[in-house]
């Protein structure tokens, strides 16, 4: 079971640049989200969406953005990179039967 | 204030103790509770549900207060494999909130 499969897990980005990060689910999940985890704060919400076609704004929506095409996938994207975007991201699909979110490994992004 | 409220930690016992994990949130519409498990440099699992009367998983007993709005965690006879960071999730309205986690190190 591959479960939430997210890329790269790594990466450094110089300030301005733009990115993608990669999320795919095979669970058949309709709620996916994102979060970034910084160094003494909770995980906090970026976007999420309910289903195909469907996103919404989470707690720090700035400077993202998302699409949701299939139920499968969900990808990140960074528009211009700024040092205040360097985090740990991480994609997380929803089980809404049981509430538990099934995390990605994590994408470690520095932005210099 | 904090949604969702933790104490950091770290917490140093040796095998064997048992510990134990406060986590207070501010909204009193949240709707379920849980805690996660996260290794170093690892994502989040979950560890179990929090409900209402109580419930124990083996080692691990989670409780509920509304009426002080606090969950807790204890681990009984702690094991070296038990050294992780603990994360209070609570749910509002489908809007998952974390709290920032409680560091365990277990030692021999």
């Known amino acids: 079971n591959a479960g939430v499969t997210q890329t790269p897990k790594f990466q450094v980005l110089k300030t301005g640049q733009s990115m993608t990060l990669q999320c795919a689910q095979d669970?058949?999940?309709?709620?996916m989200s994102w979060y970034r985890q910084d160094p003494g704060m909770g995980l906090r919400l970026i976007h999420y969406?309910?289903?195909?076609?469907?996103?919404d704004q989470g707690e720090v929506p700035n400077g993202y953005n998302v699409s949701r095409s299939t139920t499968e996938d969900f990808p990140l994207r960074l528009l211009s990179a700024a040092p205040s975007q360097t985090s740990v991201y991480f994609c997380?699909?929803?089980?809404?039967?049981?509430?538990?979110?099934?995390f990605g490994e994590g994408s470690r992004l520095t932005v210099l | 204030r904090k949604e969702v409220e933790q104490d950091p930690g770290p917490f140093n016992v040796p095998e064997g103790a048992t510990v134990a994990f406060n986590c207070t949130y501010s909204n009193s519409a949240s709707q379920s509770f849980f805690w996660y498990r996260q290794d170093c440099r690892k994502e989040p699992k979950l560890l179990m549900s929090v409900y209402s009367s109580g419930n124990e998983d083996g080692r691990f007993t989670a409780q509920l207060n509304r009426a002080s709005q606090y969950i807790s965690l204890l681990i009984r006879d702690s094991k070296l494999s038990d050294s992780a960071t603990y994360l209070c999730?609570?749910?509002?309205?489908?809007?998952?909130?974390f709290g920032a986690g409680t560091r365990l190190t277990v030692k021999p």
């Open positions: 669970m058949n999940h309709e709620y």
């Open positions: 999730v609570v749910n509002v309205i489908n809007d998952m909130r």
């Open positions: 997380a699909s929803t089980d809404l039967n049981t509430g538990e979110l099934f």
């Open positions: 969406s309910v289903g195909a076609g469907i996103t």
